[in-house]
């Protein structure tokens, strides 16, 4: 079983910054692949970014791609997800999940466990 608390999120302007982070617990977290998801008002959740267990390899969307950066620290315990150039459209929930896979996935089914969420709001 691993719990995870998102935080971090925030009301930013246009452009500006912010960085997520996601606590998790249990003493396997390594062995988790790790991913940042979003959930806009009346849209589908989609993946953001996501990242092996060893942080090795990571994936993004083509929407965020050289904007955000994912990281993880295993001696932590956390997942970070950091976002410059933020964007209107960037505002959603945040949600980051767990992946019990060495596989990387993009589909929120193959995720087993999932935050409560964090509010991110960006202004024009």
């Known amino acids: 079983q691993v719990q995870l608390v998102e935080s971090g999120g925030g009301l930013v302007q246009a452009g500006g910054s912010l960085r997520l982070s996601c606590a998790a617990s249990?003493?396997?977290?390594?062995?988790?692949?790790m991913g940042w998801f979003r959930q806009a008002p009346g849209k589908e959740r989609e993946l953001v970014a996501c990242?092996?267990?060893?942080?090795?390899?990571?994936y993004y969307a083509e929407s965020v791609k050289g904007r955000f950066t994912i990281s993880r620290d295993n001696a932590k315990n956390t997942v970070y997800l950091r976002m410059d150039s933020l964007k209107p459209e960037d505002t959603a929930v945040y949600y980051c999940?767990?992946?019990?896979?060495?596989?990387?996935?993009?589909?929120?089914?193959?995720?087993?466990?999932w935050g409560q969420g964090t509010q991110v709001t960006i202004s024009s």
């Open positions: 990242i092996s267990g060893r942080g090795v390899t990571t």
């Open positions: 249990g003493r396997t977290f390594s062995s988790y692949a």
């Open positions: 999940a767990a992946d019990d896979s060495r596989i990387l996935h993009t589909d929120t089914r193959a995720y087993d466990y």
